[in-house]
């Protein structure tokens, strides 16, 4: 089975620190997605990267910034924490081969910035 | 316009029934689709690939419908385990670009 792991569950943080949120995967997937999920608005994609050292933009990238440096670890960071990044964050990888290979999801962190 | 649009619900349906929701995406350029479960503070988990000829798992049919742009999934003999909320999944090409778009979610509860 596929395991991706969040380091926390629960986090809170203050206004302005510097957040970040790791993620581990360990079946050697190329690909590797942040996403945070919000009431009414579903999830939506941070930034994702398809190989270590390569990031790419999602829809929402402003605030955030990624790390790939390592294949099995993708960590997203909230530079300057605002409470309108409180927030259900999930990780996802996935593996090569195009078609339909489903992404499989970590625990998620739910993050609040007070 | 959403890229994907589904009905929210929730939807209360007695144990034993059938329900069907549907889902539609704005982008014809969409390859490859999903149904997803979220259960309650839990994270997403792939029910099933949609294929463009239908199919079926169990008590779960998928079928696409490319010309009218919608994904529907149909669940027989509801388990009070299916309430759960249902999440469409869409990706624009097979290959080099893995970014799925997904829908806000449709919340079932199966009613005993």
């Known amino acids: 089975d596929v395991k991706v792991t969040q380091s926390s569950r629960y986090l809170v943080k203050r206004t302005g620190e510097k957040v970040f949120l790791e993620c581990v995967q360990d079946?050697?997937?190329?690909?590797m997605f942040w996403y945070r999920q919000d009431p009414g608005l579903g999830l939506r994609l941070i930034y994702f990267?398809?190989?270590?050292?390569?990031?790419e933009k999602g829809d929402i990238p402003e605030g955030y910034s990624v790390s790939r440096e390592k294949k099995e670890r993708f960590s997203l960071i909230l530079e300057s924490a605002s409470t309108n990044q409180t927030s259900m964050y999930l990780c996802?990888?996935?593996?090569?081969?195009?078609?339909?290979?489903?992404?499989?999801f970590g625990d998620g962190t739910r993050l609040s910035i007070l | 316009r959403k890229e994907v649009e589904q009905d929210p619900g929730p939807f209360n349906v007695p144990e034993g029934a059938t329900v069907a929701f549907n889902c539609t995406y704005s982008?014809?350029?969409?390859?490859?689709f999903f149904w997803y479960r979220q259960d309650c503070r839990k994270e997403p988990k792939l029910l099933m690939s949609?294929?463009?000829s239908g199919n079926e798992d169990g008590r779960f049919t998928a079928q696409l419908n490319r010309a009218s742009q919608y994904i529907s999934l149909l669940i027989r003999d509801s388990k009070l385990s299916d309430s759960a909320t249902y999440l469409c999944?869409?990706?624009?090409?097979?290959?080099?670009?893995?970014?799925?778009?997904f829908g806000t979610g449709t919340r079932l509860t199966i009613i005993p």
């Open positions: 996802a990888s996935s593996g090569e081969g195009g078609g339909n290979q489903p992404q499989h």
């Open positions: 079946m050697d997937h190329e690909n």
């Open positions: 990267s398809y190989d270590v050292k390569m990031k």
């Open positions: 982008n014809s350029a969409s390859q490859s």
């Open positions: 949609v294929y463009s």
């Open positions: 999944v869409v990706k624009k090409s097979n290959f080099g670009n893995e970014k799925l778009t």
